[in-house]
């Protein structure tokens, strides 16, 4: 079965400083990528999303991840945060199978970004 | 465009009582999805619902009870509520089966057990 860890729970920065937030998942098999955003009292919503192809991922509001499959990672990177970056971030995957494959989640990191 | 609504939002109630957490969704979505969310554990799948009237285990089910009588709702039942069931819920629904298809996720219902 297919694993996510985000080792890092919370991650204090600056405001327009760059941040990194990582994501190591565990699988034998191709894998589909996801980066969700939870802002306060609301649901997920889906950042961006690798799927196949080019292996770095752009969502609108500046954040990108690169998909390392030697590396099993799927770090997502923004060069300069704002204070409404302030959210927590889930890493999460599926193996793609053609039939129903549940989400697996990481834990989160809360992204704090300081005036 | 109200999207996926969930109902109540707060909810505190007591060991033992039955308790059922609303979900509605607008898209006429085939697939929803009951998450629960606590420290530590990220989000972790309840049931899931491909279509009315189709319901799976998914993770986490013990003490739970589903039904979807009709595409656009997708209940949750808290038979007897214990305290560990105490948690942020969340419903979300995809349009298909593609596994690449997003999935929404509804404002989430807090509820507390006493």
């Known amino acids: 079965a297919q694993s996510v860890t985000q080792l890092d729970s919370q991650v204090p920065v600056f405001e327009e400083a760059p941040v990194e937030l990582r994501c190591n998942y565990s699988s034998s098999v191709s894998v589909y990528l996801f980066w969700y955003v939870q802002y306060p009292n609301q649901g997920l919503q889906l950042l961006l999303k690798y799927l196949s192809g080019s292996t770095l991922v752009e969502s609108i509001n500046g954040f990108e991840a690169e998909f390392n499959k030697s590396q099993t990672s799927f770090h997502l990177r923004k060069p300069s945060v704002h204070i409404s970056d302030t959210a927590e971030y889930f890493c999460a995957v599926i193996v793609p199978s053609g039939g129903y494959q549940k989400v697996t989640f990481g834990t989160g990191t809360k992204l704090q970004v300081i005036p | 465009d109200a999207g996926i609504t969930q109902s109540p939002r707060y909810k505190i109630t007591e060991t033992g009582r039955q308790v059922t957490l609303m979900c509605h969704q607008t898209w006429s979505h085939s697939y929803m999805f009951w998450y629960r969310q606590d420290l530590g554990h990220g989000l972790r799948l309840i049931y899931y619902s491909a279509a009315a009237d189709i319901t799976d285990k998914g993770e986490v089910p013990d003490g739970y009870v589903v039904s979807r009588s009709k595409t656009e709702n997708f209940p949750l039942t808290l038979e007897s509520a214990t305290r560990s069931q105490t948690s942020v819920y969340f419903c979300?629904?995809?349009?298909?089966?593609?596994?690449?298809?997003?999935?929404?996720f509804g404002p989430g219902t807090r509820l507390l057990v006493l």
């Open positions: 979300a629904s995809r349009k298909g089966s593609r596994e690449d298809e997003t999935q929404y």
